[in-house]
């Protein structure tokens, strides 16, 4: 198993601002994972956080928007740049297990207003 | 669109009966997850079937999978107010975990 620590758990930005949420895992992981939950939705992965290469995005979300870090196997950022209200959401990091399934972190529930 | 929808959208039980919830999928899968969501929160995996499963059990959980008709239920029985939360079911199609694509999710209220 793996324990996630992500922060911030919540936050209230204005609009044109940038916001970084952070992510550290308990144990060395090679590909951590970046999903977004629009307010009533599933969930859509933005992104796969590789380290010591560019993250590959998902169709529909750019490095631009939301540029990742991944300098070490434990740890991840994911900026959400030139914030508008549309990005209001939560924003979950997560990792894979060994045994094929996802563990969370405990999200990060974004309001821009 | 999303591989995995779910049905019912929303179910409301009474403490101690239980529920039932239904994912439909698309494609050919690895295997089919289920993972409970509290209120705005992480996610927490719940169980995993592989395709070649048709069903499994996990304490008060059970979940089936029918392959030919792409899709599989999951049944909680004996239901607590603790397991209000949503649902949401997962498919697998490269069995890597990487690609997990996630339903539209069910919300689950147990009224005590």
């Known amino acids: 198993s793996a324990v996630i620590s992500q922060k911030p758990s919540r936050d209230i930005c204005q609009r044109g601002t940038s916001l970084t949420i952070q992510c550290q895992v308990d144990?060395?992981?090679?590909?951590m994972f970046w999903y977004r939950q629009q307010p009533g939705q599933s969930l859509t992965l933005i992104a796969t956080a590789n380290q010591g290469s560019e993250a590959t995005y998902e169709s529909g979300f750019v490095i631009d928007k939301f540029p990742i870090s991944r300098p070490n196997l434990t740890f991840s950022t994911l900026t959400v740049s030139n914030m508008s209200p549309e990005d209001s959401s939560i924003y979950l990091c997560s990792v894979a297990g060994l045994d094929e399934k996802l563990f969370f972190g405990s999200g990060t529930q974004l309001s821009v207003l | 669109s999303q591989q995995g929808e779910e049905d019912p959208q929303a179910l409301s039980i009474q403490e101690g009966e239980n529920a039932t919830m239904n994912c439909s999928y698309k494609?050919?899968?690895?295997?089919l997850q289920w993972y409970r969501q509290n209120s705005g929160r992480g996610l927490v995996h719940l169980i995993l079937i592989r395709s070649n499963e048709r069903e499994k059990h996990s304490g008060r959980l059970r979940v089936t999978l029918d392959t030919s008709k792409k899709s599989s239920s999951l049944l909680i029985t004996a239901s607590r107010a603790a397991d209000t939360a949503s649902y949401f079911c997962?498919?697998?199609?490269?069995?890597?975990?990487?690609?997990?694509?996630f339903g539209s999710g069910t919300q689950l209220t147990v009224l005590p």
């Open positions: 997962a498919t697998d199609l490269s069995g890597s975990a990487r690609q997990l694509t």
């Open positions: 494609t050919s899968i690895n295997n």
């Open positions: 144990s060395q992981v090679t590909m």
